[in-house]
């Protein structure tokens, strides 16, 4: 009686597995459905922001470079006039800029200064200052891949966050002012 | 004949592939170039090489390996200067690290637990064509079916 119970107990057991591996198998799919392959982490984080010294599309003739901009909390957004999500993200930035919460310097990436122009001054200028990287070196020493990205450094000079993509209000208000703050309360 | 000529036209077609190649003077270089960019991956377009890919950052990063081979850079030298900006991700050829374990060592793992399940599946079928063969002489037959008949009475 106790073998045969044992016997059907192996045979459901059988019978299990392909249920088993099934659920496996969905749990693994599930992580790769959610994986984000185009967000890359960033090797930058907590490091020093990378050098530069760059023209400010303002006013070639001057020069920005992240020394200039020690001692604060600042967010670099990496745009082009060329880039269609970055159309989707001024206003966001717009809105940002109007809570005066953090400089924000703009890294016009591989673009024309004169659409780079047109660009803010139809659809607005969030940027305390933008600098041009027309042939992309600058873009490339940040481990600059797609239009939009954004950096936030702290008052060191750090790294301390990277958002690939264009920013929406809601990464706003869960991340980035939170973060802001957070740098801003920090000793320099 | 407007098929042979598509024919010929598509035979052309591998010498368009040739992005801008670009000519060293010393050969060694040369090779280096080449290597390295068919081992670095275009982050844009993530299944190909920065050789293969026509994106920009492709074209931007093969600029960046030629100057730094130019300059006389090493190949770790330039593999360094581009896993500081964009990570092991950009190499095709992934270090072995704590991190990337699972990517080496998990094929291995897969082949093993196969070679494994196949294993157990045979020994399982061998015990199961034993048992069937035993069970196939009548005296055998006759006693197990006295004890069957046994164990249900008690």
Redesign the interface.
């Known amino acids: ?1 106790v073998d045969r119970r044992i016997n059907s107990a192996t045979k459901m057991l059988k019978y299990l597995i392909p249920l088993i591996l099934f659920i496996i198998m969905a749990i693994f799919l599930a992580i790769g459905l959610n994986l984000k ?1 185009n967000e ?5 984080l907590n490091k020093p922001a ?1 050098a530069f010294a760059a023209a400010k599309l303002q006013a070639p003739e001057q020069k920005l470079t992240n020394t200039d901009l020690l001692g604060q909390v600042w967010l670099l957004n990496v745009w082009a006039s060329w880039c269609v999500s970055c159309r989707a993200e001024h206003p966001v930035l717009n809105q940002l800029a109007q809570k005066n919460a953090v400089m924000m310097v703009g890294l016009n990436y ?1 673009d024309d200064p004169a659409n780079a122009q047109y660009w803010l001054e139809s659809l607005g200028n969030p940027y305390s200052v933008s600098i041009m990287d027309q ?3 600058i ?5 600059v ?2 239009v939009p990205e954004t950096f936030v450094m702290d008052k060191k000079g750090l790294v301390r966050y990277k958002h690939t993509g264009p920013v929406t209000m809601s990464d706003v208000q869960a991340v980035f002012l939170p973060l802001i703050a957070q740098l801003q309360a920090e000793a320099p | 004949m407007k098929a042979y000529i598509l024919i010929l036209l598509l035979c052309l077609s591998p010498l368009a592939s040739a992005i801008d190649s670009r000519q060293f003077a010393n050969p060694e270089q040369q090779q280096a170039y080449e290597e390295l960019t068919s081992e670095l991956r275009c ?2 377009c ?1 299944n190909q090489t920065i050789a293969d890919s026509n994106a ?2 492709a074209g ?2 093969r600029r ?1 390996v030629q100057e730094m081979l130019e300059q006389g850079k090493s190949r770790d030298d330039i593999v360094t200067f581009m ?5 092991d ?1 950009v190499l095709y050829k992934p270090p072995f690290k704590l991190k990337t374990g699972l990517l080496w060592v998990g094929p291995v793992a897969f082949l093993l637990l196969g070679l494994l399940a196949i294993v157990l599946v045979i020994r399982h079928k061998k015990t199961a064509v034993t048992d069937a063969t035993i069970g196939t002489t009548p005296e055998k037959l006759a006693k197990i079916r006295r004890l069957l008949d046994e ?1 249900e009475h008690s």
Do not use: A, H, N
Request: glycine share 18%; hydrophobic share 30%.
């Open positions: 009686m392959p890359i982490p960033s090797p930058l990378p591989k042939d992309g070196r873009g490339l020493d940040w481990g891949y797609g | 982050l844009v993530q920009e950052l931007d990063l960046q896993t500081d900006r964009y990570g991700f164990g």
